[in-house]
């Protein structure tokens, strides 16, 4: 892998967690309607409508593929590699996903104490605790009930270390299948299945088959072509959200997006770009794990505390949804400077070493 595709994994990594920020900060349509003057609010809804659900789910597939791209690149050892890999990946991703659950659940706990605070959390972690012991812990480190665990975030990670977990089934099936299993997997996302996370594992081997093409090719006008594309069907949905239709092509246009973003990247940033010599930049991508691990509950307080400030109006809501993503990352740099200033073997324990 060049330098310049790395420098461009890590750069496309970061504007992914920036819309998965965002799409953490959106308000529903039922905290909407319950403004002070009882009034549609158009704006955030299109607003929302447009960063966080159309730009934005391109953001979490995305990340499936470069993790796949990255476990299934560089394999000279076959079987044995990948045994390593996994061996790695319990450190840089089973640790960091158990400190993020405990770390949600002491915080909202924290929060719950504090009476003046409690108010800026979406849910009581209370009553958790109310549940056996075998609940507690499903609950915390696996699911709640609701497809997630309870630091509902981390269900990326989750269904990234089980896919993990039983790569070397992956892999083999790429070894002989290539492409057509990708294809399978594909059509097998349109069957519903249980404990099986098919659409993670969709996108995951996906990443693994582009090991096989040459990304260094730039494809400027199929980016150009393919940007419009997914403009077009954005625009088209949100004129008709409401079509069934939607559902069954979300992939395809994920795709779409995705193909989209992967070669514009090569229209805005020239090869000779490297990552290394512009520090504010190499200092942003730095902390996008870390940022991803922690960003719930805290985000959510910022949020709701803009909105207490400013009002339970559109304006209130709109400058919440904008800039609560930026004082969030602004917040969590300066604590992840300052842990790897002061502490930094906590900190790469956290972050898995990265």
């Given at each position: 892998m060049s330098k310049y595709i790395?420098?461009?994994?890590?750069?496309?990594?970061?504007?992914?967690?920036?819309?998965?920020?965002?799409i953490h900060s959106g308000f529903s349509n039922e905290v909407l309607i319950l403004n002070e003057k009882k009034t549609e609010m158009q704006t955030i809804y299109i607003l929302q409508f447009i960063i966080s659900g159309m730009v934005g789910r391109i953001a979490v597939p995305l990340f499936y593929i470069i993790s796949g791209y990255l476990f299934?690149?560089?394999?000279?050892?076959?079987?044995?590699?990948?045994?390593?890999?996994?061996?790695?990946?319990?450190?840089?991703?089973?640790?960091?996903?158990?400190i993020g659950c405990l770390f949600f659940v002491f915080f909202n706990v924290l929060i719950a104490t504090i009476p003046w605070a409690s108010k800026y959390i979406n849910s009581p972690i209370m009553p958790l605790f109310n549940n056996?012991?075998?609940?507690?812990?499903?609950?915390?480190?696996?699911?709640?009930?609701?497809?997630?665990p309870c630091a509902f975030q981390l269900w990326f990670l989750r269904d990234l270390i089980l896919i993990v977990a039983t790569s070397p089934l992956w892999y083999l099936c790429l070894k002989y299948a290539k492409w057509c299993f990708v294809i399978i997997t594909f059509f097998l996302t349109y069957i519903s299945m249980?404990?099986?996370?098919?659409?993670?594992?969709?996108?995951?081997?996906?990443?693994?088959?582009?090991?096989?093409?040459?990304?260094?090719?730039?494809?400027?006008?199929?980016?150009?072509?393919?940007?419009l594309i997914f403009l077009i069907f954005s625009i088209v949905q949100l004129l008709n959200p409401n079509y069934k239709?939607?559902?069954?092509?979300?992939?395809?246009?994920?795709?779409?997006?995705?193909?989209?973003?992967?070669?514009?990247?090569?229209?805005?940033?020239?090869?000779?770009?490297?990552?290394?010599?512009?520090?504010?930049?190499?200092?942003?991508?730095?902390?996008?794990?870390?940022?991803?691990?922690?960003?719930?509950?805290?985000?959510?307080?910022?949020?709701?505390?803009?909105?207490?400030?400013?009002?339970?109006?559109?304006?209130?809501?709109i400058v919440s949804?904008?800039?609560?993503?930026?004082?969030?990352?602004?917040?969590?740099?300066?604590?992840?400077?300052?842990?790897k200033k002061h502490y930094l073997a906590i900190y790469k324990v956290?972050?898995?070493?990265?």
């Amino acid at each position: 892998m060049s330098k310049y595709i790395s420098d461009k994994i890590k750069i496309l990594s970061f504007v992914c967690i920036i819309l998965v920020l965002y799409i953490h900060s959106g308000f529903s349509n039922e905290v909407l309607i319950l403004n002070e003057k009882k009034t549609e609010m158009q704006t955030i809804y299109i607003l929302q409508f447009i960063i966080s659900g159309m730009v934005g789910r391109i953001a979490v597939p995305l990340f499936y593929i470069i993790s796949g791209y990255l476990f299934f690149l560089n394999v000279p050892q076959g079987m044995q590699s990948i045994y390593k890999k996994i061996y790695k990946r319990g450190r840089t991703l089973f640790i960091p996903y158990l400190i993020g659950c405990l770390f949600f659940v002491f915080f909202n706990v924290l929060i719950a104490t504090i009476p003046w605070a409690s108010k800026y959390i979406n849910s009581p972690i209370m009553p958790l605790f109310n549940n056996s012991i075998t609940q507690i812990i499903c609950s915390i480190f696996y699911d709640t009930g609701n497809g997630s665990p309870c630091a509902f975030q981390l269900w990326f990670l989750r269904d990234l270390i089980l896919i993990v977990a039983t790569s070397p089934l992956w892999y083999l099936c790429l070894k002989y299948a290539k492409w057509c299993f990708v294809i399978i997997t594909f059509f097998l996302t349109y069957i519903s299945m249980s404990y099986i996370p098919i659409t993670s594992l969709f996108w995951f081997v996906l990443g693994g088959q582009l090991t096989q093409v040459n990304l260094e090719h730039t494809y400027k006008k199929a980016g150009l072509i393919c940007c419009l594309i997914f403009l077009i069907f954005s625009i088209v949905q949100l004129l008709n959200p409401n079509y069934k239709i939607w559902e069954t092509a979300r992939i395809p246009i994920i795709c779409i997006g995705i193909i989209g973003i992967w070669n514009i990247y090569n229209v805005l940033i020239p090869v000779q770009y490297t990552l290394s010599e512009h520090k504010v930049m190499t200092t942003l991508c730095s902390f996008t794990f870390f940022i991803y691990l922690f960003h719930e509950p805290t985000l959510n307080i910022f949020r709701k505390i803009i909105v207490a400030i400013l009002g339970k109006n559109e304006i209130g809501y709109i400058v919440s949804y904008l800039f609560s993503p930026w004082l969030f990352i602004i917040s969590s740099m300066i604590i992840g400077f300052l842990l790897k200033k002061h502490y930094l073997a906590i900190y790469k324990v956290c972050t898995g070493g990265r």
